[in-house]
């Protein structure tokens, strides 16, 4: 009897438990199925607007993907043939662009190009994003902003990359740690408020592959770039006021030949403006400089997308600006990426936010060196921000550098909430500047206008971090005792994982006899 009650027991636990585990997977089952139809209800909701590229663009050879001058090879835009990616199972236009992994100044103006892929799409809800790149080893895959905490899904056997998005914004694939075929992403808000191609006041360009030589806006026009568009040209307003370039097209500059410290061809430039309203459209491979301002007030740049290869390619650059706004926008440059300078008279009253920067060379926020290249009386730079800035990658010279080489008075500026992701100050010819953070007034400089120096006041750094990369010095200088870099307060610095609560511990680099209140904390 007592073996009897003790196998009856033994199977009562058997079935209790086969019971709970059935209970259990049920649980999980269920789960799973809940979450899977969250999935499929987010893209059952989401909508999609790709673009498809210019028929006339040449494909992309192994031969074209050499890095070397750009007159060694086909400087051109191109379709990109290595690299595909599909949202939401539809396959996506890829271009080829011209970049620049050199860290040293040419003084041919021709240092070795490269090449990397990016594309575009409008959506809403949700995208899932397969990008594809065969033949390559993957070991790793970084999708930046990092913020966003994107793990891709990574299929060795084919090369390919899954991952989905939510949020309209600008994604970078790097691949293996290393910046070479970088895939640049441009993910649009589906677009709104498109122009009547039949308005009087609209210059109205449809898909295609367009060569203009100059499109001049006049007070109260639009220019409008239909996406799948690319124009080579540039885009001018003079003297004028009111005006809008928007749309979702390409400007290439590659038609043109590198500037050479002679001809700029300035994709977007507008001189002595107001009200002036750009907008989402991209540029790539400007033959100097990119985005100009000079003189000009009331503007805001939204959602501009910049690459640019070439020597003297800054990105963003107000001269003698005020009343500007600067957001959402993306800038890869081969020079300074956001810089503020003044030409002719002041600059004031600047808002650079929510902005990611690839700097390849120079710096990524620059103010100065010119703060009075005109050589006016009374010259100043006042009141200029840049917050909730994701810098991807910096190689060469400061992330935050405030210069003065002229007589001009800098002051009230502020850097806040900025995320450097990979920071590599110091490479190749920066041994110079190789600092992350450099406030200095120049005792002498390529770049000088006026005998007299001027001073630097009132900078405030706050929420600075720096995720990886190196650990470099940081500086901060005056001219002499009458024209000081003083009230300078760092707030909440990290740099790799390390809380900088003194100069030291940041590895800071200050000249006592010409600053003065310098706080860090």
């Not at 290393?178 to 039949?198: G, Q, V, Y």
């Not at 210059?203 to 007070?219: M, R």
Request: hydrophobic share 35%; proline share 3%.
């Amino acid at each position: 009897m007592e073996k009897t009650k003790g196998k009856k027991s033994e199977f009562i636990m058997i079935i209790l438990l086969v019971i709970a585990i059935a209970v259990m997977c049920g649980f999980i089952v269920k789960k799973k199925l809940s979450e899977q139809g969250k999935n499929a209800n987010i893209f059952e909701n989401s909508k999609l607007v790709l673009y498809e590229g210019p028929k006339s663009l040449k494909d992309a050879t192994e031969e074209d993907l050499k890095a070397t001058s750009e007159v060694m090879r086909d400087f051109s835009l191109m379709h990109c043939m290595d690299t595909t990616v599909t949202v939401n199972g539809y396959d996506c236009y890829v271009y080829d662009t011209n970049v620049n992994h050199s860290r040293t100044w040419s003084n041919s103006y021709y240092p070795s190009i490269s090449r990397t892929p990016i594309t575009y799409f409008d959506f809403e809800g949700a995208a899932e994003i397969k990008v594809t790149v065969p033949g390559r080893e993957l070991e790793s895959v970084k999708i930046s902003p990092v913020s966003y905490g994107i793990e891709p899904q990574i299929d060795l056997e084919t090369s390919t990359i899954t991952f989905t998005i939510t949020e309209p914004d600008n994604y970078t694939l790097t691949f293996n740690g290393t910046p070479d075929r970088a895939l640049h992403i441009f993910a649009n808000p589906i677009e709104t408020d498109i122009p009547d191609a039949n308005d009087e006041n609209v210059v109205y360009i449809g898909p295609g592959e367009w060569n203009i030589e100059a499109i001049v806006l006049e007070e109260g026009q639009t220019l409008y770039l239909s996406g799948g568009a690319v124009v080579h040209g540039v885009v001018n307003g003079n003297n004028t006021k009111n005006v809008t370039v928007k749309g979702r097209g390409i400007i290439d500059g590659s038609h043109y030949e590198g500037w050479k410290g002679k001809t700029a061809y300035v994709p977007l430039k507008f001189d002595n403006c107001e009200n002036v309203t750009l907008e989402d459209i991209i540029v790539l491979n400007a033959n100097a400089w990119v985005c100009q301002a000079y003189c000009s007030e009331n503007g805001v740049i939204d959602g501009l997308r910049i690459i640019s290869p070439r020597p003297n390619g800054d990105g963003i650059s107000l001269q003698s600006c005020q009343n500007y706004e600067v957001k959402n926008c993306f800038v890869r440059s081969w020079d300074d990426s956001l810089v503020v300078k003044n030409y002719v008279g002041s600059s004031k009253d600047i808002y650079f936010h929510d902005t990611q920067l690839w700097t390849d060379f120079a710096q990524s926020m620059e103010l100065g060196y010119e703060t009075n290249k005109g050589s006016l009386n009374n010259v100043s730079m006042t009141n200029v921000t840049f917050e909730n800035i994701t810098v991807l990658n910096n190689f060469h010279k400061p992330v935050v550098s405030v210069h003065n080489a002229d007589d001009a008075l800098v002051s009230d500026i502020l850097f806040k909430n900025i995320i450097v992701e990979d920071n590599r100050v110091g490479s190749g010819d920066a041994s110079t500047m190789p600092y992350l953070i450099d406030i200095n007034i120049a005792q002498s400089s390529n770049w000088s206008t006026t005998k007299e120096r001027g001073t630097i006041s009132n900078v405030t750094i706050e929420n600075m971090q720096v995720l990886s990369g190196n650990f470099p010095k940081s500086r901060i200088n005056g001219f002499d005792a009458e024209h000081k870099a003083e009230n300078i307060t760092i707030k909440n610095l990290s740099i790799l994982g390390e809380d900088i609560k003194d100069f030291e511990g940041g590895k800071f680099e200050i000249n006592q006899d010409t600053t003065a209140n310098l706080v860090i904390e």
